[in-house]
């Protein structure tokens, strides 16, 4: 069966630091990858997805980054981070109708 | 393109009557459609999904949705609300990208309150 793994479960960040959270995918291969964003008080939007190792697709403009250096490995990064980079960050595997969440990443930027 | 839109950002009801969370879709495919809930600090948790069998869904703690196509609908009810219930939920939309893969869309979640 497949599994997901991201990490941190919390994390409190400086306005200006870096920032990587990382989502790793088992029990699979070649699957679908996202990045979705849950920020208080709004719905989830989807930030990246990616059909393949290195090919990552941007759906809004913003200060972060995605990069899948492995087919089961997906990063998020900042270079440096934003108050509004505050929120509830989520990553999620698909192959066709299957799929599932990670149990998320909440960051608070101060 | 795809988009779900749910109706409702926010929905009360008394413990023990019923639930309707509404949503719409709207794709370019023969979509696959999930709820998902989310209570408060915790992950996503998939409670019923859509794919092309049977249109009524049974999913876990007594929810279910239906999915109509003329209507582009797939509300998600419960007969009897408990306090349990009181969580987020997340109407998605699943549909294939070219080479096979899904491209998947949230909608903006309904936050359910359930009174005592």
């Known amino acids: 069966s497949q599994t997901i793994h991201q990490w941190p479960a919390t994390l409190v960040q400086p306005v200006g630091s870096p920032l990587s959270l990382e989502c790793t995918v088992e029990?699979?291969?070649?699957?679908?990858l996202y990045w979705y964003r849950q920020a208080a008080g709004r719905g989830l939007q989807l930030l990246f997805y990616?059909?393949?190792?290195?090919?990552i697709s941007s759906e809004v403009p913003q200060n972060l980054s995605a990069s899948r250096p492995q087919d089961r490995q997906f990063i998020l990064s900042s270079k440096k981070l934003l108050l509004s980079d505050s929120g509830f960050y989520l990553c999620?595997?698909?192959?066709?109708?299957?799929?599932?969440f990670g149990s998320g990443t909440r960051l608070t930027v101060v | 393109a795809q988009s779900v839109t749910q109706l409702d950002s926010h929905v009360s009801v008394s413990e023990g009557t019923p639930v309707l969370l509404r949503c719409n879709y709207s794709?370019?495919?023969?979509?696959?459609l999930f709820w998902y809930v989310q209570h408060p600090n915790k992950g996503l948790q998939l409670l019923l999904k859509?794919?092309?069998?049977?249109?009524l869904v049974k999913g876990i703690n007594g929810f279910e949705a239906e999915f109509k196509k003329s209507e582009t609908s797939f509300h998600l009810t419960k007969p009897s609300a408990h306090m349990s219930d009181a969580a987020e939920y997340f109407c998605?939309?699943?549909?294939?990208?070219?080479?096979?893969?899904?491209?998947?869309?949230f909608g903006t979640g309904t936050k359910l309150q359930v009174i005592p």
């Open positions: 999620a595997w698909s192959i066709e109708e299957r799929g599932s």
């Open positions: 029990g699979t291969s070649n699957p679908n």
């Open positions: 990616s059909v393949g190792i290195g090919q």
């Open positions: 794709s370019s495919y023969s979509p696959s």
């Open positions: 859509y794919t092309s069998a049977a249109t």
């Open positions: 998605v939309v699943s549909e294939p990208l070219s080479g096979g893969y899904q491209k998947v869309t």
